[in-house]
């Protein structure tokens, strides 16, 4: 067998003929719809083959990014377009489309832009006298070599922390959790290759893996997965000096771009962040990242950034649990060709040696393998592979790519660490973030400074901010500093802030794990009516306003904020109205500190309790004080000083016309209850709620959102929460619904009618073209039939009765909601249609209704 490849289409091709093996032909996945309309749990996956390893997948879709996972032992999506057969979600459920692609990981969620092609969990040890890797995928040879078991058994579920959530369930850790199983003990020949070293079938280590990925939508935890493994010993024998790596080979790529990528990947490791406490202190994280060299500007307009489109982010693996409190790192980043000369990564001098390849990049065979995953051997940023490091003990730099590696490449890293000692039947749990960070890059002209024998100066434009903070919180959602999770007495390691004498801060948890961080309220269920341009979004509020907040075990609800989008992408959203309950913020002069300072130490105060705590002030005012000028009081001899700030919006109008208002005004009693058809529950009315929205164009869907906010927690320094748009949103045409067409008998509605060619409709939104394919205008035209029951079939004729075309309702591509649908204006011969007057039936439960309209081109 033919066994280095020579491109990812070929790598592509065979991952293709053994998903045919498996009986699963395609890993497409749901890209519009809310997290509650997937079907995870293994009755409501895709039938596989009886007996055959039942490979899956799924994608999380919660939070700021869309990251998909597998149960046979590496991640990523292999960038599902239409050659590659690694593109179906087995999440599969009512509204999810077959044909629709999963993502990679895409950041932010929605964007298109992925920053991971595959990645890949790594095992080695060694097992008596010999040494032995097993690996998910290793990214360059033809080979895999850990699967599930076979069919029916072995898929993935899916479990919710979400009290809203079909997969509700007290065991589940986060918002969407992935539970998989999978072992490196399958020996069939027909799934894997030989050791391309030694010419040996894959000795197995006996191991199986039970991983757990858990993705939050909250503003703090949105941009990372947490991926948790237990490695369990199955075999007889110990596993010494295990090591375990991830693998990644990133190939960031915006979607549209002909190269997918893979030319301009740079890689490189980040040891520490300051503390957000304290900037003189540093917070370890030890981090390896990778990202775009530049980011890619002028993709769509010369010498700017375009967001959506440029991978202006970074991301990386980071280390968040290790049973290992001595662990030892090895940071290793390669090319891999064909070509030995240019396959090729950094090496320290002792680690001169055949790699396998022939080359000085990719291990090859589970010795090389083993040998790079222990070694402990840090790489230099990849910026500095044209600078001659000899003097420290280095290889010198590859005489064949000079600069043209140092700005980008098809770049892959090895994350290992270790080492570990496994008794048989014993378990190793290991823990690991998958991070993204937003404006990596911030100026397209950054470029301008780039010299290759001295890239400090552009390496200095890099902006690490936002992935330190998402890394950090990534460790702390693991294991939150200052918790003690099991009431032993030990709540972490604390230390005094350096940079305020006198406090001290948690700089750890207490190494048990959380999975948790202070969530915002929930949010709530949505539920809508429209009608032609109108709609109006209700929900209960009872859960969102009564839950206590686990950390500082308060009921912390503040408001609901109303958002709208035309796409389904967390940056589109924008801000409609508020509801936000009317407090203040007290500051306190502490006097003990030289010099004095302001501290904020209790959560928000309603207008009556400060009324009350200051009813000796004459005329209080709150809004009066400020911290230039503000209430002096005297308590038992004590000279004590306050000034107050408005929480938030301070906007807790719920009956003025076009805000948030009170289904039911003046029912306070939480008791009276009101059934409910859609929840097909009862709820209390007194947490009944709606928002309604008018002007809106019926044949463009809109997407709505509902968050709901905390007021923070001032004793931890935690910032307000609010929950996230993409939890809750809904996908909502401003049209009859089709219960509403039959309930009332309306008669289909054509617009525009006539259908003039020049009236601007692509302008007005009543029409979309798709740049990004290339489409031309008239690909882009639309009439829509409106008012239709939820199935339905539309023929168009020409006055001479010839047929133009027949669509039906519903349809996947043409199906604007539930009682709307579009013509393209393209005949049944795939012909653009001509001017003239055509006639229309539509022929449904209602009856057949005729009409006619008018193109004028």
């Not at 005012?621 to 209430?631: E, H, N, Q, S």
């Not at 055509?838 to 006619?852: I, M, P």
Request: hydrophobic share 35%; proline share 7%.
């Amino acid at each position: 067998m033919y066994r280095l490849i020579a491109s990812k289409f070929e790598l592509v091709i065979w991952i293709t003929a053994l998903a045919l093996l498996s009986g699963n032909t395609a890993l497409y996945s749901k890209s519009a719809l809310p997290d509650s309309d997937y079907r995870g749990r293994l009755a409501m996956m895709k039938p596989a083959v009886v007996g055959i390893p039942n490979t899956q997948n799924c994608s999380h879709r919660v939070g700021n990014v869309h990251f998909t996972i597998t149960n046979w032992g590496f991640f990523g999506s292999n960038f599902a377009d239409e050659w590659d057969a690694l593109t179906e979600d087995y999440c599969l459920g009512p509204g999810v489309l077959e044909g629709e692609l999963a993502p990679s990981f895409e950041f932010p969620a929605g964007s298109g832009v992925n920053y991971l092609y595959a990645g890949s969990l790594w095992f080695g040890a060694i097992v008596g006298d010999d040494t032995l890797v097993s690996f998910g995928s290793d990214g360059w040879m033809r080979t895999n070599e850990m699967y599930p078991t076979g069919a029916p058994d072995g898929g993935i579920i899916e479990l919710s922390s979400r009290k809203t959530s079909e997969f509700y369930s007290e065991q589940a850790i986060s918002e969407q959790d992935y539970i998989a199983e999978y072992t490196d003990t399958l020996s069939d020949q027909a799934y894997m290759d030989n050791d391309e070293v030694d010419n040996r079938p894959h000795i197995p280590l006996n191991i199986k893996v039970i991983q757990k990925t858990y993705s939050w939508s909250y503003n703090y935890a949105e941009d990372f997965v947490l991926l948790d493994f237990e490695i369990i010993n199955m075999g007889l024998s110990e596993l010494r000096r295990s090591y375990v790596a991830i693998y990644i080979d990133a190939d960031i790529w915006d979607g549209i771009t002909v190269d997918r990528g893979f030319t301009d990947d740079m890689s490189g490791y980040l040891h520490a962040v300051p503390h957000p406490a304290c900037e003189e202190l540093d917070d370890s994280i030890n981090i390896a990242w990778i990202a775009d060299f530049d980011g890619d500007p002028g993709v769509v307009v010369p010498g700017v950034f375009t967001a959506g489109v440029s991978p202006t982010a970074v991301a990386g693996t980071r280390v968040v649990r290790s049973p290992n409190p001595d662990l030892e790192f090895s940071f290793n980043w390669w090319v891999s060709e064909s070509d030995v000369a240019i396959d090729w990564g950094p090496r320290r001098v002792e680690n001169d040696r055949d790699w396998g390849h022939g080359g000085l990049g990719t291990p090859s065979g589970d010795r090389n393998k083993y040998y790079i995953m222990s070694r402990r051997e840090f790489d230099y940023d990849q910026l500095w592979s044209d600078v001659d490091f000899t003097d420290q003990g280095w290889l010198p730099p590859n005489a064949s790519l000079g600069s043209n590696l140092a700005d980008g490449y098809d770049t892959r890293y090895l994350f290992s660490f270790g080492p570990f000692d496994i008794p048989p039947q014993d378990t190793l749990p290991i823990t690991i973030a998958y991070v993204a960070g937003d404006r990596f890059h911030t100026n397209p002209e950054a470029t301008k400074v780039w010299n290759s024998k001295n890239p400090q100066a552009y390496y200095d434009q890099l902006n690490f901010t936002d992935f330190g903070i998402n890394a950090q919180w990534a460790g702390w959602v693991y294991d939150s500093p200052g918790v003690d999770t099991d009431d032993d007495g030990y709540a972490g390691e604390k230390i005094e802030n350096p940079c305020k004498p006198g406090d001290s801060i948690y700089v750890s948890g207490d190494g048990i794990p959380d999975f948790s961080g202070p969530p915002p309220p929930p949010p709530p269920v949505l539920r809508f009516s429209a009608s032609p341009g109108k709609v109006t979004v209700k929900w209960n509020g009872r859960e969102s306003e009564t839950e206590m907040d686990p950390f500082s075990f308060e009921v912390d609800f503040e408001g609901y904020s109303v958002y709208m989008a035309d796409e389904l992408q967390l940056s589109r959203f924008a801000l409609l109205t508020t509801y936000d309950r009317d407090n203040y913020d007290k500051f306190e002069l502490n006097t003990n500190f030289d010099p004095p300072r302001w501290e904020l130490n209790n959560p928000p105060f309603t207008l009556q309790e400060l009324e009350e705590e200051f009813a000796a002030v004459e005329d209080f005012d709150p809004d009066k004080y400020t911290i230039i000028d503000p209430l002096v009081v005297i308590v038992d001899g004590d000279t004590l000083s306050y000034y107050f700030e408005p929480h938030g919006y301070n906007r807790d109008d719920l009956d003025s016309t076009g805000q948030i208002s009170r289904v039911y005004p003046g029912v306070t009693d939480t008791t009276e209850l009101v059934w409910v058809e859609e929840l097909n529950d009862y709820v209390p009315k007194a947490y009944e709620y709606e928002y309604t929205i008018k002007g809106l164009l019926p044949s463009k869907s809109i997407f709505m959102a509902v968050t709901t906010k905390d007021f923070g927690n001032p004793q931890t320094g935690l910032d307000p929460l609010e929950s996230s748009p993409l939890a809750n949103a809904i996908e909502v045409y401003p049209i009859w619904s089709n219960e509403e067409v039959v309930k009332q008998r309306l008669d289909v509605m054509v617009f525009p009618n006539p259908y003039k060619i020049n009236a601007g409709y692509l302008e007005a939104g009543y029409e979309e073209l798709d740049l990004a394919s290339g489409a031309s205008p008239e690909r882009a035209r639309r009439i829509h039939f409106a008012n239709l029951p939820k199935e339905a079939i539309i023929r168009i004729y020409t006055l001479d009765g010839d047929l133009v075309r027949e669509l039906r309702h519903p349809d996947l591509r043409l199906s604007e909601g539930e009682s709307m649908i579009a013509w393209d204006l393209i005949s049944k011969n795939t012909q653009a249609v001509v001017s003239g007057i055509y006639l229309y039936s539509v022929e449904s439960e209602l009856g057949n209704q005729v009409g006619k309209f008018v193109i004028i081109k």
